[in-house]
């Protein structure tokens, strides 16, 4: 069992005990949904499923799941739209909803999370295909041949799910839900932000994880990472080599630990914004070396560190990554997760698909005649409105009642922290005029040192983000910490290497 399938079995038992929980009363049988009357919406598959093991849609078998009814649905609220959704509920159902969000640009329904303790607590758990079906590139290439896909990727997928989910719910045991829930990272980051901003009503609690919301910018952020790390037309020679990136982050780390908020021990940064490395402190004395960086290396780390910007107006267009993010993880298999080398691209951009085909729809498209100014502002017109969810606005979210927790890491390297905080503090001052105390009221920020995209790294990386957004939802009680383990190779069975209470940030 993964260290965060544990966690959340823990965190099932706590939930039970919290939320007691109440017999379904069935108004239907579960293979009756077949012929529920939904609007635009075709029940395809209603099975009531027995508890024990099960074998997800998707091949991954789930090994002790509780009776409940699965329903698979397709959603065609307009000429073009198919969104692919699923709705598990328990037999012994505590009147709650939990969708769970996507991840990159994938149609994968996240089924160890349907149906992982959360299913097990009583709660109806919900996911989406996002309307398509593949990855990058299936996903960009359908997306330009049917302009309705990007749409229902953008925000009307998440939208149609969980209001087909919350009827379903209904007819299936005669009772509406008390409360729903979605937690998602990244992508499902994303998605919760949208959410907020366009559907103030269908979640009382949301939980945003790594929002890549920013959408359109941070595509921008992966192309200028490419582009300033390779000499024009050279695609396959970086200028900084993936296996010189270790040197920036524990040069950094070296410099500035113990004096940005953390202990003198860490293998990480509390706080990158305290810590004023500059990359020529490793520069070559001459020449070229595996420990040092010549001076055009230098010079690209910093145009990296600087982020994207419009040469024209010198307006911000995607700030960089916080120092710390730099280096590859290797995990206790031996495997690489992310690290900038994973986010620049190979032998061409990272998402070029998405200038490829959704913004220029052009196969051939070179990114080297790429211009930050023309360019980006044409995809900001053609895309922004669809995908991007920036509206600091949360005001109808906030007068129905909803509460919005956001999390991300201050080592990841795919959405950079600082954009995180820049959302944030624009909430701040238009929900609130700059009271950062009424803002809250309804939506927090905490940042976790050390982690990496969503999780992972050598910080604080396992925590509860499920129990604190229901306790604020339910009894009122806003989140004043959260409390985040490092786990010895992110294993429990090796033991606790570090545990961290985390306070929400502040402006």
Same mark, same amino acid.
């Given at each position: ?119 097990? @607590? ?92 920013? +959408? ?40 500035? +630990? ?54 024209? %107006? ?75 969810? %920036? ?107 570090? %545990? ?5 940030? @502040?402006?």
């Amino acid at each position: 069992m993964s260290p965060l399938r544990r966690l959340l079995a823990a965190i099932a038992v706590l939930l039970i005990g919290l939320s007691p929980q109440a017999p379904a009363t069935a108004d239907s049988t579960c293979e009756s949904l077949t012929a529920a009357a939904l609007p635009h919406t075709t029940i395809t598959i209603a099975e009531s499923v027995p508890a024990g093991g099960y074998t997800a849609p998707d091949g991954r078998v789930l090994p002790s799941v509780p009776a409940f009814c699965r329903v698979h649905g397709i959603a065609k609220p307009v000429p073009g739209s198919a969104i692919g959704f699923e709705v598990w509920i328990p037999e012994q159902w505590n009147q709650r909803m939990l969708m769970f969000g996507n991840g990159g640009y994938s149609s994968a329904m996240d089924f160890v999370s349907m149906g992982g303790p959360t299913l097990a @607590a009583g709660y109806a758990t919900v996911g989406t295909d996002t309307g398509h079906t593949g990855d990058d590139p299936d996903m960009f290439v359908q997306g330009a041949a049917n302009p309705e896909i990007i749409v229902d990727w953008g925000h009307r997928a998440v939208h149609e799910t969980i209001v087909n989910a919350k009827l379903i719910a209904e007819q299936h045991t005669g009772t509406k839900p008390r409360y729903s829930y979605f937690i998602g990272c990244s992508t499902g980051g994303h998605q919760a932000l949208m959410e907020a901003q366009r559907y103030p009503d269908d979640f009382d609690g949301i939980v945003a994880g790594a929002p890549g919301n920013n +959408r359109v910018a941070l595509n921008a952020g992966f192309l200028w990472q490419f582009l300033r790390n390779h000499t024009p037309g050279n695609d396959t020679e970086p200028i900084i080599p993936a296996a010189k990136l270790p040197l920036l982050t524990n040069a950094a780390v070296r410099q500035c +630990r113990g004096r940005d908020g953390g202990l003198a021990t860490d293998g990480f940064l509390t706080d990158p914004r305290r810590c004023s490395f500059d990359p020529a402190t490793l520069q070559c004395p001459v020449g070229d070396a595996p420990t040092c960086l010549t001076k055009r290396q230098v010079r690209a780390v910093r145009e990296m560190y600087g982020g994207a910007r419009d040469p024209r %107006t010198g307006r911000q267009v995607y700030p960089g990554w916080p120092v710390g993010s730099e280096a590859p993880v290797i995990d206790a298999a031996g495997r690489v997760l992310t690290g900038w080398s994973g986010y620049w691209g190979t032998t061409q951009p990272a998402r070029a698909n998405f200038w490829r085909h959704w913004v220029f729809n052009d196969p051939n498209w070179n990114w080297w005649t790429f211009d930050f100014h023309r360019d980006l502002r044409l995809a900001e017109r053609k895309l922004g409105p669809l995908i991007n969810a %920036t509206n600091p606005d949360l005001n109808p979210f906030r007068r129905s009642g909803g509460k919005l927790l956001m999390y991300t890491g201050w080592a990841d390297p795919v959405v950079s922290a600082h954009d995180t905080i820049d959302y944030y503090r624009k909430v701040v001052r238009v929900t609130s005029g700059g009271r950062e105390r009424e803002t809250r009221e309804f939506a927090r920020l905490f940042l976790f040192p050390g982690m990496t995209h969503c999780g992972r790294g050598p910080g604080p990386n396992i925590f509860d983000t499920l129990t604190p957004i229901v306790r604020w939802v339910e009894q009122g009680a806003a989140p004043a910490e959260i409390v985040a383990t490092k786990y010895v190779n992110d294993n429990p069975a090796d033991g606790v290497a570090m %545990t961290r209470a985390l306070n929400p940030f @502040a402006c």
